[in-house]
């Protein structure tokens, strides 16, 4: 199966911040990498798909982009209401992994 | 408008079979290129993916778990239902249903992610 490693699994950063996680496959995935954001108490919703589109209705601060097997995940100017824990997930193979999350904060 | 509910008991004994429902509306499980996926939470840790079913009657599971799990739809009900047996306490967790989508791209290529989630079944395996 293919393993997915996601860094940080926390981070604290201040509103109007840009923010990057990573996400790493343990091999090369090409570009099917999605990424979603689940709110405390509530199902993960989906943000970027084959790793750089962005889901409709998505605010256009979320960006993704990577290929092989390192992504990221940018938030180009942090918001309150984007505290949530986002997860990186290959679509690569018909066994679907997700990465261990990584969980943002609000300084 | 896509929505998709979980429903299952609430408590299971261990060593008991768990059956859970999802039921769809908004869409066909017999549309092309469409399936459904299970994915677990257990209480503060991270996504599993468990299981998927497409419109063609494809089906995946999670190795670890492989031996457990029976996934299946009712096309005429609109339902996918998931059945994993001999449950423990480690298998408390919630449980989500998810649309699978697809997007084909100038490449060539189809890409596959989950949409639309439903809301979540809790399920807690205890004596």
């Known amino acids: 199966d293919i393993q997915m490693t996601q860094s940080p699994s926390s981070l604290s950063a201040s509103v109007g911040d840009r923010v990057i996680i990573s996400c790493r496959a343990s091999?090369?995935?090409?570009?099917?990498l999605n990424w979603y954001q689940q709110k405390p108490g509530k199902a993960p919703n989906l943000l970027i798909y084959a790793a750089s589109s962005l889901q409709s209705g998505v605010p256009s601060r979320f960006s993704g982009s990577g290929s092989g097997a390192d992504f990221t995940l940018t938030i180009s100017s942090l918001q309150p209401e984007d505290v949530a824990t986002y997860y990186c997930q290959q679509s690569y193979t018909v066994l679907y992994t997700f990465g261990q999350g990584t969980k943002l904060e609000i300084k | 408008q896509v929505t998709l509910k979980e429903s299952g008991p609430v408590l299971v004994k261990p060593t008991e079979t768990l059956t859970l429902t999802c039921t769809v509306s908004?869409?066909?499980?017999?549309?092309?290129?469409?399936?459904v996926s299970w994915i677990r939470q257990p209480p503060g840790k991270a996504l599993e993916w468990l299981a998927h079913i497409f419109s063609n009657d494809d089906k995946s599971y999670s190795t670890s778990l492989k031996s457990r799990l029976t996934i299946s739809k009712d096309t005429s009900k609109s339902q996918v239902v998931l059945t994993m047996t001999d449950m423990d306490p480690l298998d408390t967790a919630t449980y989500y249903c998810?649309?699978?989508?697809?997007?084909?791209?100038?490449?060539?290529?189809?890409?596959?992610?989950?949409?639309?989630w439903g809301t979540g079944t809790t399920v807690t395996v205890s004596s």
């Open positions: 998810a649309r699978i989508n697809n997007t084909y791209s100038s490449s060539g290529y189809y890409y596959y992610y989950m949409d639309i």
């Open positions: 908004g869409f066909s499980l017999s549309s092309t290129g469409m399936g």
């Open positions: 091999r090369s995935i090409s570009n099917y």
